[in-house]
């Protein structure tokens, strides 16, 4: 499936395209560091290309190289779908189901591009006529990776190995998920050789905290619950105690990690309120068998990942937190 992928890939860019690559909504490390390595890459071979996140991103990742060209669809609608609808090739990143790009799905819909999704999460959407996914792999970033270096790895340079390395540390918990692989460190001793500076990078993302993000992390292991005779834990976040920390997004990423470092605890959620999208976002992740992406589908319109996934709800804080419960302790066979 890689080899057939990379081929027809780089015969459709072997005549120019207008392309347009776009990572999931709420993008993190992984999401942009991929979109914007092949960006690089792209625009390299000659390539009109734009890069359109749709909305927003976390400032500890507004240091990317090539991040000040990314156009944010929530901010710039109009130019967004007018490039949409102007491009021959369209690029789906670190997600494989349209809804993740809501409300931009419909124009992506409406395209008559060519799609090409590069992924690794589970049970991919139908919607792209190339496609490479691999539940197996640890991070978007380390496939695209695969991708340039078989397609022409005479041009990789800094910029694209930084990106690149951002991806593959932040997904795979610098290093430490099993889904990190003697392959995963040859790849990341490349990007090296080409010139990343990991220390760096690593500063960038995890030293980088404000005063108040701190303080709500405070918050946020205060209110962590365990649930009675079961290895698993969850916290929430009020939308008044995110007010109260002057919240940001991308705040909250990596709260709910805190969990899992407590001895045997093989399940640990965050439920996190937005007042203004009336839903509670919710971050699951486990350790072992529980499979987080089976249970955010079932009961919480999510998916992801065996050892990681996202969700939402829509009833109030306190209901998703019973509900949760409930969900818990009906599907609790793994975590006595
Ligand atoms: P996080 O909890 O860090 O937001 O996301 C964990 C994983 O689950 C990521 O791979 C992310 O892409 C995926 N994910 C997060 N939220 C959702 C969601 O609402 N739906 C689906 N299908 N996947 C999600
Ligand atoms: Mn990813």
Redesign the pocket.
């Known amino acids: 499936m890689f080899k057939e992928f990379t081929q027809q890939l780089s015969a459709l860019l072997e005549k120019e395209q207008r392309c347009v690559i776009l990572p999931?909504k709420?993008p993190?490390g992984d999401a942009l560091g991929s979109t914007l390595a092949l960006y690089h890459f792209l625009n390299k071979k000659g390539h009109e290309c734009s890069l359109i996140s749709p909305n927003e991103y976390p400032s500890f990742l507004a240091w990317l190289p090539g991040e000040e060209n990314i156009i944010c669809f929530s901010k710039e609608e109009e130019k967004s779908i007018a490039l949409i609808e102007a491009a021959t090739v369209i690029f789906t990143l670190?997600?494989n189901?349209l809804?993740?790009i809501a409300p931009m799905d419909e124009y992506i819909k409406a395209s008559t591009a060519t799609k090409v999704m590069i992924d690794h999460?589970e049970a991919p959407q139908d919607y792209a006529a190339l496609m490479y996914s691999n539940p197996a792999l640890g991070s978007t970033c380390e496939m695209v990776y695969n991708v340039l270096h078989t397609w022409d790895k005479s041009i990789l340079d800094q910029n694209m190995a930084t990106c690149l390395y951002t991806g593959i540390m932040t997904d795979s918990g610098s290093f430490r998920f099993p889904s990190t692989t003697a392959t995963t460190h040859k790849i990341v001793a490349h990007l090296l050789e080409l010139g990343v500076n990991h220390a760096q990078v690593h500063q960038n993302i995890y030293d980088s905290y404000r005063f108040e993000r701190l303080q709500l992390l405070g918050i946020t292991l205060n209110n962590l619950k365990r649930i009675d005779n079961l290895n698993a834990v969850y916290t929430t976040l009020s939308q008044e105690e995110l007010d109260r920390c002057d919240f940001r997004k991308g705040d909250t990423?990596g709260f709910?990690n805190y969990g899992l470092s407590l001895d045997g605890i093989k399940l640990a959620v965050i439920l996190i309120e937005n007042k203004q999208e009336g839903i509670i976002?919710m971050?699951?992740?486990s350790k072992g068998d529980f499979d987080v992406n089976q249970f955010?589908?079932e009961h919480f319109?999510?998916?992801?990942?065996i050892n990681?996934?996202?969700?939402?709800s829509h009833v109030s804080l306190e209901n998703t937190r019973i509900k949760l419960e409930q969900a818990i302790r009906e599907n609790s066979s793994t975590l006595a």
């Open positions: 999931h709420n993190d670190d997600f189901a809804g993740r999460h990423e709910v976002k971050s699951f992740r955010a589908r319109n999510g998916g992801g990942h990681a996934a996202g969700g939402a």
